[in-house]
């Protein structure tokens, strides 16, 4: 047999062995189609689909650069083989490598202008990327094809997308035109859950929180196991007021996962919410003990504590919160009311100073700042903060009585009692 006759048999026998590595490759046999796949490559270096079909049983096992050297093979020896590309791109994107992913996703559109994958995949990226109006022009190319099979990938990042501008009633046609083509019998369909799961992020969003609610429920009916949908309907009925049936959204994701501090941090906002401190605070503590740098759950256990009149125990929480989050203007002003609230006049002062400092138009810290000035007989600075608070949030009409007060400690009649008839005209508007 000549050379070429030779050549063309390993070429046959390597070609055969494709056939062999499938059947591997789909028992999830990985190691063993490799081997086939280095086997055909040794019969034929040229065959380019054993150096593809070596990259994808690669990835299945995490070792992404040995498959980038497959795939880059593949390319050497076919410059146009989008699945190659495609491939290395998605690699590349896992490995948080995107500008050369997308550069694999251009590689593709420039011989194959309509392979939607590349345009929505590219998309993706910058998308993630927050690169929102270039996204929004990849996932545009893909609806112009106007072919429902692969429209539904790409309304449904535009929609993802538009919601990040804010561009809410936009976000929420793409998500309508995503249902209205939903084909769940196609490989490229769109979960139908994470649709409505994100129309009703989108309708919180926009303060429509029956709609948002209406889609969780849809979502719900559709996957009772993914603890998202429970734990959104909860913010949605929290946000109308609803504590109750939100506490009860609340416990259907904590059960779905006992580990969301989130789920723990929320329920337990909606029963401080309802005046239940104690209960609140055994779930402020759950949040902090699966999430111990939760400052907003240490600053709320403390209001918490703070209504039940436990400050000292509130002051240590918002020491927590403060040290985790040195400009948490709140943690501050509250740490001061606590103070206060012990008669600690001059420290609850320099937590005052502190929220101001992060906030100066922070009337609320302006206004108790003055009345610890009052309470340590400093009447006149104690004016110049009510003057400030005044300023800034002018209907205060307890600002407006204490003023007032300050006034009258100093023999400021005449100042005093116009300020008392400012005070009665907002109490009596």
């Known amino acids: 047999m000549g050379l070429f006759g030779r050549k063309k048999k390993n070429e046959q026998r390597a070609s055969d062995l494709d056939d062999k590595y499938e059947s591997l490759h789909s028992l999830e046999q990985y190691e063993e189609a490799i081997a086939c796949c280095d086997e055909a ?6 065959h380019s689909m054993a150096w593809l079909n070596k990259g994808n049983s690669l990835i299945k096992l995490g070792k992404y650069e040995e498959a980038i050297v497959c795939y880059n093979e593949v390319i050497r020896l076919d410059p146009e083989s989008h699945n190659a590309w495609n491939n290395k791109g998605k690699i590349l994107e896992a490995l ?3 500008e050369e992913a997308i550069a694999c996703y251009d590689e593709i559109i420039q011989f194959w202008p309509e392979f939607y994958i590349a345009w929505t995949s590219k998309g993706k990226i910058l998308q993630d990327l927050g690169k929102y109006e270039e996204a929004i022009a990849c996932y545009d190319k893909v609806i112009a094809f106007e072919d429902p099979y692969h429209s539904e990938s790409a309304l449904f990042g535009k929609g993802v997308t538009l919601f990040q501008l804010e561009r809410y009633e936009e976000s929420i046609a793409c998500f309508d035109e995503t249902i209205r083509l939903h084909n769940p019998g196609t490989i490229t369909s769109i979960d139908l859950y994470s649709v409505l799961s994100y129309k009703g ?13 209406a889609c969780y429920d849809e979502a719900i009916k559709l996957d009772t196991e993914d603890s998202a949908a429970w734990y959104n309907k909860g913010n949605s009925l929290s946000s109308l007021g609803r504590h109750t049936e939100a506490i009860a959204c609340y ?10 501090s989130a789920a723990w941090y929320n329920k337990a906002n909606s029963l401080a919410s309802l005046e239940n401190y104690e ?7 759950a949040a902090i003990k699966l999430d111990p740098e939760f400052s907003a759950a240490w600053y709320n256990k ?3 504590l703070s209504s039940l009149g436990r400050h000292k125990e509130a002051i240590v929480c918002y020491v927590v919160a403060i040290k985790l989050d040195p400009e948490y203007s709140d943690a501050w002003y509250n740490k001061g009311n606590s103070l206060f609230s012990l008669e600690n006049y001059e420290e609850s002062i320099a937590c005052y100073d502190e929220a101001i400092k992060l906030d100066p138009e922070y009337s609320a810290a302006w206004y108790k700042k003055a009345n610890s000035l009052s309470s340590l007989e400093n009447y006149e600075e104690a004016i110049v ?5 005044i300023k800034l949030y002018p209907v205060n009409s307890v600002a407006w009585k204490n003023k007032c007060t300050a006034l009258k400690k100093l023999g400021r009649d005449e100042e005093a009692e116009q300020c008392f008839a400012k005070a009665r005209e907002l109490d009596e508007s």
Do not use: R, T, W
Request: aromatic letters at 10%; proline letters at 4%.
């Open 41 to 46: 490559i040794a019969l034929d270096p040229e």
């Open 96 to 98: 948080g490598k995107y």
């Open 302 to 304: 403390g209001n918490s």
């Open 201 to 213: 992020i989108v309708f919180h969003a926009m303060g429509k929180y029956e709609e948002s609610i």
């Open 279 to 285: 209960e609140a605070i055994a779930c402020y503590d």
């Open 385 to 389: 903060c009510y003057d400030e608070a």
């Open 251 to 260: 416990d259907a994701a904590i059960k779905l996962d006992p580990e969301d």
